[in-house]
């Protein structure tokens, strides 16, 4: 109809334009309103702001990384203070009252070389690269340097899976456990101090420490100090290290969070041609006598079971070879001990001070199979080092009831001789054969190379699997 009123048709064109407009302006308006926030808010609150933005981390990467040969994941070695672990190192003469530890932490802990030692006089010239004089105690220090130099490793955090605490714990403690006026205190300062370092990491922080670990250079009972009083720090008694691995020597069989690992031999190869080669000498070397014994009787214990093996060694003649530590002199020269052991097929290895000892790890580089009374000694230690699953510590090791044998029902040269020789060849093969496993090498960031991987390298496999096994526990605290 004429005179009626036509709204003109919309201009998408001129809507655009005043939508534009107006969230110009709210734009604006709002970097006005956090400039005037940013300009009236305290420096303390704004530092905060920047601390809380600085210690988040990422979350932790998936399994498998480029590199072929960790597959598991990257390790991350923490760069602690100095007085965790080198001022520790430069108190080496005063570290054990009953001698200087300083010679055994030369050459990245693995101890002076053999060439030059009585241990020249014993072993192929072409294979005295690989033997050193170590020490047990010098484990944290090995575990530690070879760490840095492994290919698994990497210096970025954000890309590990694993973090290692360089802390060398077994020093720390050990240097007050034979001080008369040592207190409890003492023993403790130096954890006390690591932990407190520890909890303010922001990558500790994230999974409260279920994806980092520490390497102990004593037995587990040295930092398990009863609340009563008594020997040894309480290191492992902390809550602060609840959800860390910890890596030792002998562990307590009902912590999972304990972990066992060899203690330090003499051998440490450089590649796998020097591990086969060793093996190759370890098979083939005559070995007269059907088993042997080093260790110290105990006079002061009564019915020292060691005391019980010299006896039942000497009653065997020829077929045993017998070897006094008193004073410690298995300590002082090692070759004593290799020599011994490369002589015989069996050795007998009783407790030590506590459930283990090193005689287990240099009887089974010997290429010796070790006799066993305490199923706490191996069977029960090393999961991630020797097979005990459906029998198979049958395979490297033979297993002898103590009581049977107090008793006097049994013999160790009667039930040793009753094995069949082809079964005897079978467990010596299976002994040697594990052997770089067992072992510290002194490889470089290669490795031992042809797939033969060494003690380190089954490490970094259990711990990464271990790793992610957990995740699923830190999640959820």
Request: hydrophobic share 40%; with cysteine; glycine share 8%.
């Amino acid at each position: 109809m004429a005179g009626m009123y036509r709204p003109e048709p919309p201009n998408p064109t001129a809507r655009r334009q005043r939508l534009v407009s107006i969230l110009l302006g709210a734009f604006f308006a709002f970097q006005l309103l956090l400039f005037v926030a940013f300009r009236s808010a305290p420096p303390s609150k704004l530092a905060s702001t920047a601390a809380a933005t600085s210690s988040s981390v990422p979350e932790p990467p998936s399994r498998g990384t480029e590199d072929s040969g960790c597959r598991g994941g990257l390790v991350y070695v923490y760069d602690l203070p100095a007085v965790f672990n080198e001022d520790l190192l430069a108190m080496c003469d005063t570290l054990m009252p009953m001698y200087s530890v300083c010679p055994y932490l030369t050459n990245d802990g693995l101890g002076f070389p053999a060439e030059g030692t009585s241990l020249s006089t014993i072993l192929p010239a072409e294979l005295l690269g690989s033997w050193h004089s170590s020490d047990q105690f010098a484990l944290e220090h090995i575990v530690h340097r070879r760490l840095l130099s492994h290919r698994c490793r990497t210096t970025d955090p954000a890309r590990a899976a694993a973090f290692f605490v360089p802390f060398y714990a077994g020093l720390a403690v050990g240097r007050h456990l034979w001080s008369a006026n040592a207190t409890d205190a003492d023993r403790d300062r130096d954890c006390v101090a690591l932990l407190s370092w520890l909890h303010a990491q922001p990558y500790y922080k994230r999974s409260n420490g279920w994806d980092h670990f520490l390497a102990l250079g004593r037995i587990t009972w040295d930092f398990r100090r009863s609340p009563s009083g008594g020997w040894g720090g309480s290191f492992l008694a902390m809550p602060g290290v609840a959800n860390v691995t910890r890596l030792v020597i002998e562990r307590e069989p009902w912590d999972a969070m304990d972990v066992g690992i060899p203690y330090p031999t003499g051998f440490h190869p450089r590649t796998a041609a020097d591990a086969r080669a060793w093996q190759q000498h370890v098979t083939s070397v005559p070995r007269p006598r059907l088993f042997a014994f080093a260790g110290a009787p105990r006079s002061a214990i009564k019915g020292d079971f060691r005391a019980l093996l010299l006896s039942d060694c000497q009653a065997a003649g020829a077929a045993c070879g017998a070897l006094d530590c008193a004073e410690g002199k298995c300590i002082k020269d090692n070759a004593l001990v290799l020599e011994l052991f490369m002589g015989a097929r069996f050795c007998v290895q009783p407790r030590g001070d506590s459930f283990t000892r090193r005689s287990l790890f240099d009887c089974m580089v010997a290429g010796a199979v070790p006799v066993l009374f305490w199923r706490r000694t191996a069977y029960l230690q090393y999961h991630w080092y020797l097979p005990t699953e459906d029998g198979q510590e049958g395979e490297w090791s033979v297993f002898i009831d103590r009581d049977e044998l107090r008793a006097g029902n049994v013999t160790v040269r009667g039930v040793l001789a009753a094995i069949p020789e082809a079964r005897v060849r079978q467990m010596r093969e299976r002994v040697v054969e594990m052997i770089p496993r067992l072992v510290y090498s002194a490889a470089d960031k290669d490795g031992l190379g042809g797939g033969m991987k060494d003690a380190i390298d089954v490490m970094i496999d259990g711990m990464l699997r271990r790793v992610a096994e957990q995740r699923r526990n830190w999640r959820r605290t």
